[in-house]
């Protein structure tokens, strides 16, 4: 069930009725229900895995809490680890794997056949397992008490706003609040509305208008030189982030009719000063579990510069191979943890003053980051090598650089008047969104537009209302980061 879709609009208000209806002890099995029949709307037969993975972490927890035993805590917890790593490296990585040895085997003379299964992702596998072993991991070291509910836990690890693309929520912040009892606040529910409001401006008006002429481009990049690649490349940029933070904007807001706080997961991204504040403010609830459970777990930046460097390169490029099985997100994430090295190494020996040129490195910040998504949305790493190399192509000669730009649109049908008009309505709301992220940097935008005058602030609601309902028009498309 998508949040952009026909069968989700009917979906939430019904669970917010019958949730604040039924008495407050009871509420916790309208999200179990709720979360398991969102899920089931996929596929019926992949529940049977997020029910695995859910027994096995909370049998594995009890065990740990219930024995004095180092080894058999250890024991308990590499048990839980085996099985959950094992259900989604079998699905998300053996045909990955299985083709990247056959295809080195044959490179060597080595005759083999390519062994591949046939099969469907499972939805939000990799986010409901982070979020499984981060439990696990959590009890083990006596961070948090094991639950004895095994309902409210299993509410905990499908909880449906969170559940197929996060944030992958801790512990610590999410179970207590779906163990313990909750009141209707009337401004917590309007601000949650707002949030889903502005997460359906992001996916739709924006991620959607774009995703037609980046997919075009992208999916056949050999056909194009110039400014499509720089144009799609650029849109990309936007796509994927008001793509995924919509969601995670939608989520929030849902989680908030239903008075329950999820993390922020992304803080204005784009004007990050350095690629290290880049992932302080981008996929936050990820970065921070690779930071807690991998990146520290390795030796964080406690045992010297070189083991630090290799630290950093190993947790980004696990992070890379996270988001799919393919070379190109390995490399993307590769390229990021490099960049990261490259710039402590080159702070260390030109210390940047606080605010000094800032607007120089958030641009040159957005510029890194514009090019390594190319590797990340790329088929596979030939494409990105093309796309690289040729976006460029002409723009010493700005006129024609554009013009043939635009006959390359033209003859891929993307330049009709619609086409154009869509285009243009989508460039007009990503400047509505970077004046948002801006002014949200220092106050929160939704505070700001309370202190205007009534008329003022209902004619922005429904403007805002307005170009999501036309939006919606252009169809469905499924969420980027569904398929990680």
Excluded at 183 to 195: E, R, V, Y
Excluded at 346 to 351: G, T
Aim: include cysteine; charge should be positive.
């Amino acid at each position: 069930m998508l949040f952009n879709s026909n069968a989700f609009y009917v979906f939430l208000p019904i669970v917010f009725t019958i949730y604040w209806l039924i008495p407050a002890k009871y509420r916790w099995g309208v999200l179990f229900i709720s979360s398991y029949y969102f899920y089931m709307s996929w596929n019926v037969k992949y529940v049977i895995l997020i029910l695995t993975t859910t027994l096995v972490s909370y049998g594995t927890a009890l065990l740990m809490e219930r024995t004095e035993s180092r080894r058999k805590k250890k024991l308990c917890m590499a048990t839980a680890l085996l099985i959950s790593f094992g259900i989604l490296f079998f699905f998300k990585y053996f045909n990955f794997l299985s083709k990247s040895v056959t295809d080195l085997l044959q490179k060597i003379a080595i005759p083999v056949h390519e062994t591949t299964l046939n099969f469907m992702l499972p939805v939000g596998i990799s986010f409901y397992t982070f979020q499984t072993l981060s439990y696990v991991i959590d009890v083990y070291r006596g961070e948090v008490k094991a639950c004895r509910h095994l309902g409210k836990y299993a509410t905990f690890i499908a909880f449906f706003p969170q559940l197929v693309a996060g944030p992958i929520e801790r512990t610590r912040n999410l179970l207590p609040q779906i163990e313990g009892e909750h009141t209707f606040h009337t401004d917590k529910g309007i601000h949650g509305a707002k949030m889903i409001a502005w997460g359906f401006f992001k996916k739709i008006a924006i991620a959607d208008t774009v995703a037609v002429y980046v997919d075009t481009v992208y999916n056949a990049a050999e056909s194009f030189t110039g400014f499509p690649l720089l144009l799609a490349t650029v849109l990309f940029t936007f796509q994927i982030y008001c793509d995924f933070s919509g969601y995670s904007d939608i989520a929030v807001g849902t989680a908030e009719l239903l008075d329950i706080d999820l993390m922020t997961n992304f803080k204005s991204p784009y004007f990050s000063a350095s690629i290290r504040e880049f992932w302080s403010r981008w996929h936050i609830s990820l970065s921070t579990w690779f930071r807690d459970y991998v990146y520290i777990p390795l030796g964080g930046n406690r045992r010297g510069v070189w083991r630090t460097r290799w630290n950093l390169m190993v947790t980004f490029l696990v992070s890379g191979l996270w988001h799919g099985a393919n070379w190109t997100y390995v490399l993307w994430g590769g390229i990021h943890g490099l960049g990261q090295i490259l710039e402590r190494e080159w702070n260390r020996i030109f210390p940047p003053k606080k605010e000094k040129r800032r607007w120089l490195r958030i641009g040159f910040t957005f510029l890194f980051v514009c090019v390594t998504w190319i590797f990340f949305r790329a088929n596979t790493i030939a494409d990105a090598g093309y796309v690289l190399t040729h976006l460029l192509d002409g723009i010493t000669n700005p006129v024609t650089y554009l013009a043939d730009g635009y006959h390359a649109f033209q003859m891929a049908g993307m330049v009709q008047a619609s086409g154009l008009k869509t285009l243009i309505a989508g460039l007009l709301c990503i400047m509505v969104l970077l004046i948002h992220d801006y002014l949200d940097q220092t106050k929160s935008i939704w505070e700001r537009i309370g202190t205007l005058k009534k008329p003022v602030r209902y004619a922005l609601y429904f403007l805002l209302l307005f170009i999501i309902l036309y939006s919606r028009q252009l169809g469905e498309y499924e969420f980027v980061y569904f398929q990680f």
